[in-house]
């Protein structure tokens, strides 16, 4: 019996250690024909991950940034989701790398889901991003939705998410989908064969 809960506790700490932190950076990467983009702008995440979005200031010492993540909905392009969630607007000075805040939402199905910058036109310019993108919810019919460069819709309500203190204070390379569900299993394989070894240690 004891052994048996010694097992569950692995299976438990191998639960934590599937609940990743998928980082998402608002930025301006000025060598691209479109630059205001989130990076990566395609992710998967699992119930339980968090999406933690960090907002670029451009470092140029000359014009600060100004960006924002809302949750949309794919039938109306750069226009909100009822009741989803809102960081309100990140003004980073012109001098900073980022934002000393970061926007941290979690995961509660894997149904898709899109996100965008609800300043100016940066949504129609290209900012925004999906996870879980699936059947005719993804990032190319979103795209393909966008027809006409307009100003966004913003919520009026700021919520769906946690403004927290900015650990990681730096500007991330644009990620490939699914390179942090790779890290989970290996690392749910060590919790599970520790919790083997356990029981046959008994
Ligand atoms: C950021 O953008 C919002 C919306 O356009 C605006 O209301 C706000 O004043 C801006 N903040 C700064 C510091 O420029
Ligand atoms: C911009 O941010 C940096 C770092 O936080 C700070 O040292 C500087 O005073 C800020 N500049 C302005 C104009 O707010
Ligand atoms: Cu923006």
């Avoid at 000359?62 to 392009?77: I, M, R, Y």
């Avoid at 939402?105 to 898709?112: A, E, G, H, L």
């Avoid at 403004?163 to 569900?181: D, F, H, K, Q």
Wanted: net charge negative.
């Amino acid at each position: 019996m004891f052994c048996r809960s010694l097992f569950l506790v692995a299976i438990a700490l191998a639960d934590l250690a599937f609940s990743a932190t998928i980082e998402i950076v608002a930025q301006a990467a000025y060598d691209k024909p479109e630059p205001l983009e989130f990076a990566p702008n395609e992710v998967t995440a699992a119930v339980g991950d968090v999406l933690e979005f960090h907002f670029a200031g451009p470092g140029t010492g000359v014009l600060g940034s100004n960006h924002s993540v809302a949750q949309g909905v794919f039938e109306n392009p750069c226009n909100p989701a009822p009741n989803g969630f809102f960081s309100g607007y990140m003004a980073v000075n012109a001098t900073s790398t980022e934002a000393n805040m970061v926007f941290r939402v979690p995961v509660k199905s894997t149904d898709p889901i899109v996100f965008y910058c609800t300043q100016g036109q940066h949504c129609t310019r290209g900012m925004y991003g999906v996870v879980n993108g699936a059947g005719d919810k993804t990032l190319q019919s979103y795209r393909r939705s966008i027809t006409v460069n307009r100003n966004a819709v913003a919520p009026t309500t700021i919520g769906g998410g946690e403004m927290v203190s900015n650990e990681i204070s730096r500007i991330l390379p644009a990620e490939t989908p699914g390179a942090a569900g790779s890290t989970k299993v290996s690392l749910a394989l060590i919790f599970v064969g520790l919790g083997l070894a356990l029981l046959i240690a008994q």
